[in-house]
C-alpha cells in the first residue's frame, strides 16, 4: 500500500508525506483495533494517507515547529470523518443501542459472560440483524466523541501533565540528531504508544532489533539530557 503512495510523486513536498507514512499506518492500525470487522483498514489508511499528502503539500515551516505536531490531530480527524460518512447511527436507533448496553449488564449479572446478538434478539424482540447493525454502531460511536479531549481533575494531576508535556519536548528536541530509523521507533513507543512488537511488524524489523534499537537510543537521550 505504501509503495502506491510512493510512485507517483509529484511534489517535493511529498517526500515529507512519506516519511511519516510509519506513523500514519500505526494510527490507523490503533484505530482499527478499537472498531467491528466490518471497518477496513486499508480504507482507514487511505483516507489518513490524503489527508497527510494534502498537510504535507500545504505545511509552512516558518509558521510550524513540527509538521508532525501539525499534522497528526488533523490525521485522525479524517478518519474520525470518515467513520461518521457511513452514518451508522442513522441505521440503528440510539434507543435501540442503549436497550442493548441494558440487556448485556442484565446478562452479564445472571449468566456471567456477555449474551450473543442471538440471545439479545430473543431478549429484545429485534432481529439478529437489527443486534449485529446496533453493535457495530455503538463500537463506532465510541471511539470518536471527546477523543482529544483531557480531562484534569486536579492540581497534582495537571501539575503531572505539565511535567509529561515537558519532558516530551525535551526528548523531540534530543531526538533531531538522530537517523529516521530511530527517532520513528521512539515516536511510535512513546507518542503513539504502540508495543514493540507492534512496530516491529509495522517497520519489518524483528522485535530483538527493534529493542535494542530503543535501548541505544534511550541511553543517547539519557545522556544528552543529564540523567
Known amino acids: 500500500m505504501i509503495s502506491a503512495y510512493t510512485q507517483d510523486i509529484k511534489h517535493k513536498e511529498d517526500e515529507l508525506?512519506?516519511?511519516?507514512?510509519?506513523?500514519?499506518?500505526?494510527?490507523?492500525?490503533?484505530?482499527?483495533?478499537?472498531?467491528?470487522?466490518?471497518?477496513?483498514?486499508?480504507?482507514?489508511?487511505?483516507?489518513?494517507?490524503?489527508?497527510?499528502?494534502?498537510?504535507?503539500?500545504?505545511?509552512?515551516?516558518?509558521?510550524?515547529?513540527?509538521?508532525?505536531?501539525?499534522?497528526?490531530k488533523r490525521v485522525y480527524g479524517s478518519m474520525l470523518d470518515y467513520l461518521r460518512s457511513l452514518d451508522v447511527l442513522s441505521r440503528a436507533s440510539r434507543k435501540l443501542?442503549?436497550?442493548?448496553?441494558?440487556?448485556?449488564?442484565?446478562?452479564r449479572l445472571t449468566n456471567e459472560e456477555e449474551p450473543t446478538d442471538e440471545e439479545l434478539s430473543e431478549m429484545l424482540g429485534e432481529t439478529v440483524e437489527k443486534i449485529h447493525e446496533a453493535r457495530i454502531a455503538s463500537t463506532i460511536y465510541t471511539v470518536m466523541p471527546l477523543h482529544d479531549q483531557l480531562n484534569v481533575g486536579d492540581e497534582g494531576a495537571a501539575l503531572a501533565l505539565i511535567e509529561k508535556e515537558e519532558l516530551i519536548e525535551m526528548i523531540k528536541s534530543v531526538l533531531s540528531g538522530y537517523n529516521e530509523r530511530e527517532q520513528m521507533i521512539i515516536q511510535l513507543y512513546y507518542f503513539e504508544e504502540l508495543t514493540l512488537k507492534e512496530i516491529s511488524e509495522i517497520l519489518n524489523i524483528t522485535e530483538s532489533r527493534i529493542s535494542q534499537i530503543h535501548k541505544s537510543v534511550i541511553h543517547k537521550i539519557k545522556e544528552s539530557v543529564g540523567a
Not at 45 to 55: G, H, N
Not at 97 to 107: Q, T
Open 17 to 72: 508525506a512519506i516519511q511519516y507514512l510509519p506513523a500514519v499506518k500505526a494510527m490507523a492500525f490503533r484505530l482499527k483495533e478499537r472498531l467491528p470487522s466490518s471497518i477496513d483498514y486499508m480504507d482507514l489508511f487511505a483516507i489518513a494517507t490524503e489527508e497527510l499528502i494534502k498537510l504535507a503539500r500545504r505545511y509552512d515551516e516558518s509558521l510550524n515547529d513540527s509538521f508532525w505536531g501539525y499534522a497528526k
Open 97 to 107: 443501542v442503549k436497550a442493548i448496553d441494558y440487556a448485556i449488564e442484565e446478562h
